[in-house]
Nanobody, 114 residues
Framework: VQLQASGGGLVQPGGSLRLSCAAS????????MGWYLQGPGKQREFVAT???????NYADCVKGRFTISRDNAKNTIYLQMNSLKPEDTAVYYC?????????WGQGTQVTVSS
C-alpha cells in the first residue's frame, strides 16, 4: 500500500490550497484517512481525519478553515485549506488506516508567506 500526497506550494496569507492523497496497492479496506502536519523543529500534529463512513474530525486550530473530504471510488482524500495563516506553514503528511495497518505518505510542503 502506498499513499501519494500532492498539492502543496507557496500561498499568501488568506489564500487557499487543496491537498490530495491517493492510496494505491493491495487495498482490502480503508478504515480512515487523514492529515497531519509537522512544522520546523516540531513534532507531527493532527490536522483532520475522515472515516469510511464519512465522519470527520478536526484540530481546533483548523476548524472552520479546513475541510477534509474523500472520493471512495478513487481511494483519495482531499484537504481544502482556506484562510491560510503563516502558522499553517509545515510539511503536511497523509496517513491511512488501511487493511488494519497504519500507513504514511511522503510529505508535501505548504508555505504561507507574503
Amino acid at each position: 500500500v502506498q499513499l501519494q500526497a500532492s498539492g502543496g506550494g507557496l500561498v499568501q496569507p488568506g489564500g487557499s490550497l487543496r491537498l490530495s492523497c491517493a492510496a494505491s496497492g493491495n487495498i482490502l479496506s480503508i478504515n480512515s484517512m487523514g492529515w497531519y502536519l509537522q512544522g520546523p523543529g516540531k513534532q507531527r500534529e493532527f490536522v483532520a481525519t475522515i472515516t469510511s463512513g464519512g465522519q470527520t474530525n478536526y484540530a481546533d486550530c483548523v476548524k472552520g478553515r479546513f475541510t477534509i473530504s474523500r472520493d471512495n471510488a478513487k481511494n483519495t482524500i482531499y484537504l481544502q485549506m482556506n484562510s491560510l495563516k503563516p502558522e499553517d506553514t509545515a510539511v503536511y503528511y497523509c496517513q491511512g488506516r488501511i487493511n488494519s495497518r497504519n500507513y504514511w505518505g511522503q510529505g508535501t510542503q505548504v508555505t504561507v508567506s507574503s
